[in-house]
T-cell receptor
Framework: DTGVSQDPRHKITKRGQNVTFRCDPISEHNRLYWYRQTLGQGPEFLTYFQNEAQLEKSRLLSDRFSAERPKGSFSTLEIQRTEQGDSAMYLCASSLVGDTGAYEQYFGPGTRLTVT | GNSVTQMEGPVTLSEEAFLTINCTYTATGYPSLFWYVQYPGEGLQLLLKATKADDKGSNKGFEATYRKETTSFHLEKGSVQVSDSAVYFC????????????FGTGTRLTIIP
């Protein structure tokens, strides 16, 4: 079990550019979550997938944000036309959901985005 | 909606001191409760959890008891070490089909030798 991995760990981009982040969950986990964490705050939910289906999106996820999990394994989060307010740590988490409900979520190391 | 209120930091303690970080919550039904820890430059790590009232979660000398009557889940440790310096987050997971974690704002803990 190698844990949740994220790539890249750091990304610096200029305002207006597009960026894409990748998350690889723990292999047997069927749920995958994206959160955003700004300085001095707790993580805030963005969206989550059950296998390849995107089941919920937060109001924080504007039209410039899109997430996919095409084969129910890894996921990508794309931000189009980045703004300085998008600067944050983007966290991915995964969990295993069974008949008795959801279990704890395990987090990756995060991707720190800086928009200049 | 769901919310978590944490004791504001930063908290600075001497090594071997007793630690309490307060956490209270608002939620519908019977959520599961968690403490996560974030060491400098790292992601969140699950520290402990409790899934029903009166459950006690424990790990690495830390403990927290799920108190439904006071809607609290305070984190305690009897004797802290320098290596416990980190940011601690209290979080809840609703069991009403709302599968996202709701976090508190975090408490930065610094232990001085």
């Amino acid at each position: 079990d190698t844990g949740v991995s994220q790539d890249p760990r750091h990304k610096i981009t200029k305002r207006g550019q597009n960026v894409t982040f990748r998350c690889d969950p723990i292999s047997e986990h069927n749920r995958l979550y994206w959160y955003r964490q700004t300085l001095g705050q707790g993580p805030e939910f963005l969206t989550y997938f059950q296998n390849e289906a995107q089941l919920e999106k937060s109001r924080l996820l504007s039209d410039r944000f899109s997430a996919e999990r095409p084969k129910g394994s890894f996921s990508t989060l794309e931000i189009q036309r980045t703004e300085q307010g998008d600067s944050a740590m983007y966290l991915c988490a995964s969990s295993l959901v069974g008949d008795t409900g959801a279990y704890e979520q395990y987090f990756g190391p995060g991707t720190r985005l800086t928009v200049t | 909606g769901n919310s978590v209120t944490q004791m504001e930091g930063p908290v600075t303690l001497s090594e071997e001191a007793f630690l309490t970080i307060n956490c209270t919550y608002t939620a519908t039904g019977y959520p599961s409760l968690f403490w996560y820890v974030q060491y400098p430059g790292e992601g969140l790590q699950l520290l402990l959890k409790a899934t029903k009232a009166d459950d006690k979660g424990s790990n690495k000398g830390f403990e927290a008891t799920y108190r439904k009557e006071t809607t609290s889940f305070h984190l305690e440790k009897g004797s802290v070490q320098v290596s416990d310096s980190a940011v601690y987050f209290c979080a809840l997971l609703s069991n009403f089909g709302n599968e996202k974690l709701t976090f508190g704002t975090g408490t930065r803990l610094t232990i001085i030798p």
